[in-house]
């Protein structure tokens, strides 16, 4: 089974950067597809960006294309989201989350795609 350990959030002003990582057991070949998404009180879960574990393709909700970058280390089994450019509106709980029933190479900013998720790291931009 996978497990995933989110870290790296905090406070930050608006333009600032943060840069989250998602430390993940269990991984292994059948794991094709990871993400982190986000929650802000009041509001649903939403996908901010997605990987395949290959390492080729990469989705970005619009919100955060351009200002954030979703990477991976394999050989730490360790998954990133650098943060730039932050805003006030991108304040909210972020989670990693993989998959293990996509294709290889699948990338998703679905919910109902995955079924391994962490629990969370608080970000917060102050204007």
């Known amino acids: 089974q996978v497990q995933l350990q989110e870290s790296g959030g905090g406070s930050v002003q608006a333009g600032g950067s943060l840069r989250l990582s998602c430390a993940a057991s269990?991984?292994?070949?059948?794991?094709?597809?990871m993400g982190w998404f986000r929650q802000a009180p009041g509001k649903e879960r939403e996908g901010v960006a997605s990987?395949?574990?290959?390492?080729?393709?990469?989705v970005y909700a619009d919100s955060v294309k351009g200002r954030f970058t979703i990477s991976q280390d394999k050989t730490k089994n360790t998954l990133y989201l650098q943060m730039n450019s932050l805003k006030p509106e991108d304040t909210a709980m972020y989670y990693c989350?993989?998959?293990?029933?996509?294709?290889?190479?699948?990338?998703?900013?679905?919910?109902?795609?995955?079924?391994?998720w962490g629990q969370g790291t608080q970000v917060t931009v102050s204007s």
């Open positions: 989350a993989a998959t293990d029933v996509t294709p290889y190479g699948w990338v998703s900013l679905a919910l109902y795609e995955y079924n391994y």
């Open positions: 269990g991984y292994s070949s059948s794991t094709y597809c």
């Open positions: 990987i395949s574990t290959s390492g080729g393709s990469r």
